[in-house]
């Protein structure tokens, strides 16, 4: 017994869909105009089928088309981005990977999350347990690394 071990796509079903819709569209033309004679009327209702059926073969097509979110890249290299947060006493360290260059890079602390940005639109947010009475005292970047000292208040 054979097994077909490929992937299903809606792209494949549509190949067959089209098609058949267009024997369709074919039949009904030809329908219509052997039973209308060769009249105005049938002109516009073989317009109207033909206009129908390429409407909704773009309509299938569309729907049938894979689209991946705009997110899922975000959400790849939030995955992937790596930091570290040193904890003490009355400071945190924080040091990460940011894309530069200096001037493009904003960092800012509210209510306990640590807001990254970089260029090439870089944006992380990271939350930071007990900061809430913290502020960004020091800030630092150097080769792509960016070190922050948060001190308590």
């Known amino acids: 017994m ?3 071990k490929g992937t299903y796509s809606n792209e494949l079903s549509l190949n067959f869909i089209i098609p058949i819709m267009l024997i369709l569209l074919l039949g009904i033309v030809y329908v219509m105009t ?10 516009i209702l073989i317009s109207a089928a033909a206009f129908t059926m390429i409407y909704w073969a773009k309509v299938l097509k569309k729907m049938t088309k894979e689209q991946k979110p705009k997110y899922m890249m975000r959400e790849h290299e939030s995955k992937s981005w790596v930091y570290d947060l040193i904890k003490g006493e009355q400071e945190f ?3 990460a990977e940011v894309p530069g260059p200096e001037d493009k890079i904003m ?3 509210i209510e306990g999350i640590l807001y990254v940005r970089g260029s090439s639109g870089f944006s992380k947010e990271v939350p930071i347990e007990g900061s809430i009475d913290m502020q960004i005292f020091d800030f630092k970047y150097r080769n792509g690394v960016l ?3 948060i001190k308590k208040l």
Not at 34 to 43: L, T
């Open 93 to 95: 360290v924080f040091v």
């Open 147 to 149: 070190t922050l000292k």
């Open 34 to 43: 052997q039973r209308a004679g060769s009249g105005f009327v049938s002109f």
């Open 2 to 4: 054979a097994s077909y």
């Open 107 to 109: 960092v800012r602390l």
